[in-house]
């Protein structure tokens, strides 16, 4: 059975689990994000919210149906207490939960309907279609001054016969430079659908046009689809790029191949993609405030390969890739491990270092800052409770010298406490979500054997910081903790 790509962690921890044991207003949301990073605005009061998910939840005692929760921002940040948690069946969502949905599995945010709120596209790659199992379904929720409702449109597989897992990965952005939200969505094929013009309210798009990245097919253990979607503009010219990433393949001994394909007027165009360093899953962001959008990916694999490849020890605790746009689209490459420079920590087999990241200016210094998660590393003896590693941007790229954070369940201040498996950073997320102009840090994690927790840590200005941070559980969220949820394993980009 298909299993995303953040599932996937909680699959190499399986034995950890069960042995003892992730500024806009309603006036001027936009279609997608240019060069810098933009949140989601779901309810238009211009501070940024966050999407995630429990795509393992029990709903209605049906296992892996999957819920959405959104967390809208206030003044002193996210909280369990302004939420609201939509499932399957929740009024005005097509379907209903059953198990193996897998309802948000994977999310991406854009003003579809261009009513000035945000909406929140929401796959269900494991939905049962007809006698199609794995079938797939894909769903936008409509945002509104109430935030999500559970008021959507059904985005129908247009090619049931050719693929399964319909939705499995999606990316918004404005791909051809119109001003309005384009989507691209994934399936188990290597063709990704691109929904253009955005949606009106009865579902119906702008337009529809299919591309084929340079994707080899032959993945050891994965549906032949990309890993990873991620939009940002690279090349600076006011169309949305996608950045896809791909997986290790038997021919090639290519480990994660990612492709860099250009938006242009007429959308997205294959013939001048390039191949760019390797990884699992991508941010862009202006890192060196050049204009032009940053592409890091995080290779967080460990030593051990099952086709044999070898990897060098320099990334066997894991390894971030940085390729700074240009006005040509990627340029130069640097790359970045837990022995860079002073980086806290050291790079150690399976640490995991790269296996989530984002971006967001902190500081409000008007360069992207990076924060990376190592969701296995070992504290004080206690095996995979996880840290993330905040690096600051500058106009020489990300600062390896100093003022780096390094923070964990341990850390003063910062709720919890390391235990074992709670892998903090299963998914972090650098968003403004108090309305001040400067992004905080949202960190999921596996918090109570899979049930999973979120952790807020507030921007003061000038860093990250403990003061004013709080954690809240899947239960506190209006999550099922019956079986594992994965709560914060997944927030939509």
Known sequence: MHKPLRLALATATAVALTGGLVTVTAATATAADSVHVRQADFNGDGIGDIATSAY??????????????????????????KRTTISQDTTGVPGAAEAG????????????????????????????VGTD???????ILLGSRSGLTGRSVNVPDPAPSSHDFWGMNLAAGDFDGDGKADLAVGSSSNVLYVYKGGFTNSGTPGGRYTIKPPIEAGSN?????????????????????????????????????????????????VAGA??????????????????????VSGASWDATADDGATIPDSAKGGKVNITYGSASGPGRTSGLTQDTGNVPGASETGDGFGWDLDLGDVNGDGFQDLAVSSPNEDLNGVTNTGTVTVLYGSAAGLDTTSGMQNIAQSTPGVPGEDEKSDLFGADVKLDDVTGDGKADLVVGSYENGGDGAITYLPSNGTKITATGSRAFSASASGVSTTGTPQFGALFAD
């Open 56 to 81: 393992t939840a029990y709903v209605s005692g049906h296992k892996n149906a999957g819920q959405v929760v959104a967390l809208y921002g206030t003044a002193t940040g996210v909280s369990s207490a």
């Open 101 to 128: 949905d897998e309802f948000g599995a994977a999310l991406a945010y854009a003003d579809f309907n261009h009513d000035g709120y945000d909406d929140l596209a929401v796959g269900s790659p494991g939905e049962k």
């Open 133 to 139: 199992t794995n079938g797939g379904s894909l769903v």
């Open 221 to 269: 253990d994965s549906p032949y689809g990309p890993m990873h979607l991620t939009a940002g503009d690279v090349n600076g010219d006011g169309r949305t790029d996608l950045v896809v990433d791909g997986y290790e393949t038997r021919t090639s001994r290519h480990w994660n191949t990612n492709y860099w394909i250009p938006g242009t007027a007429s959308g997205l165009s």
């Open 274 to 295: 390039k191949t760019l360093k390797t990884g699992v899953v991508t941010g862009v962001g202006d890192i060196n405030g050049d204009g032009y959008g940053d592409i």
